[in-house]
């Protein structure tokens, strides 16, 4: 397996647009989250998804923020309008609900770097 | 809700000398998972070790050892003859096993701490 797979790398974009980050988790798994991770606040857990479906959204900072996840194989996560204070290294992660997997943590993405300028 | 608490913002370390990392948590539960993940400048995340609450035997992954002691709710990690290869922000992470919990299968952080390796 691929491992799990984000896209863009590196995204840079001025204030106001629109910013789509894209997921793809293991096969299999089917816990999918949204971390956030910046030098003030650490690693955030925005939403985590199970089954397609959002579990848990309190750490979604604003209405700006949406996430979705249409199916299995992909999810995205949406800024719109962007911001400055935006700006970090979010990151996918999936796990499955298997406990004896869970000893495996979780799989992380390699991270998508946004600067919001 | 629970929390991690990673009171080291920074350390450092000689080659080959021991270091060790500390990490408390909180928590009312008593069926839970630990875990120690590496974070170096590629930003990739990279599970170190994790521990069962449920066992008494410490984790020890080759090199990397963890002092886990529940009822002090503190997750220390020993890492030995240490490497420049270590250099790295080390994660402390909980994670509950209730399902009945809201915070069932979500993974919460420490503050992280950064360690350096000295030749």
């Known amino acids: 397996d691929a491992g799990v797979i984000q896209s863009p790398r590196h995204e840079v974009t001025e204030m106001g647009q629109e910013v789509t980050l894209r997921c793809k988790p293991i096969?299999?798994?089917?816990?999918l989250f949204w971390y956030r991770q910046t030098m003030m606040r650490g690693l955030e857990l925005l939403i985590y998804?199970?089954?397609?479906?959002?579990?848990?959204d309190s750490g979604m900072p604003e209405d700006r923020f949406s996430a979705k996840m249409p199916n299995a194989s992909f999810s995205t996560l949406k800024i719109q309008p962007s911001e400055p204070r935006d700006s970090a290294v979010y990151f996918c992660?999936?796990?499955?609900?298997?406990?004896?997997?869970?000893?495996?943590?979780?799989?992380f993405g390699s991270g998508t770097r946004l600067t919001v300028v | 809700a629970q929390t991690v608490t990673q009171s080291q913002p920074e350390m450092s370390v000689q080659e080959a000398e021991t270091v060790t990392l500390s990490c408390t948590y909180d928590?009312?539960?008593?069926?839970?998972?630990l875990f120690w993940y590496k974070q170096p400048p590629s930003r990739q995340m990279i599970l170190v070790i994790r521990?069962?609450?449920?066992?008494?035997q410490n984790a020890t992954e080759n090199r990397f050892s963890v002092n886990f002691q529940k009822a002090a709710k503190s997750f220390s990690l020993k890492i030995s003859d240490s490497q420049l290869g270590d250099a790295a922000m080390y994660f402390c992470a909980y994670r509950s096993a209730n399902a009945g919990g809201t915070s069932y299968g979500k993974l919460t952080f420490g503050q992280g701490t950064i360690l350096t390796v000295h030749p």
């Open positions: 521990q069962e609450a449920y066992k008494q």
């Open positions: 992660a999936s796990n499955t609900r298997d406990r004896a997997n869970w000893l495996y943590g979780y799989t």
């Open positions: 998804f199970n089954n397609n479906v959002p579990i848990d």
């Open positions: 096969s299999g798994h089917d816990y």
């Open positions: 928590t009312s539960e008593s069926d839970y998972y």
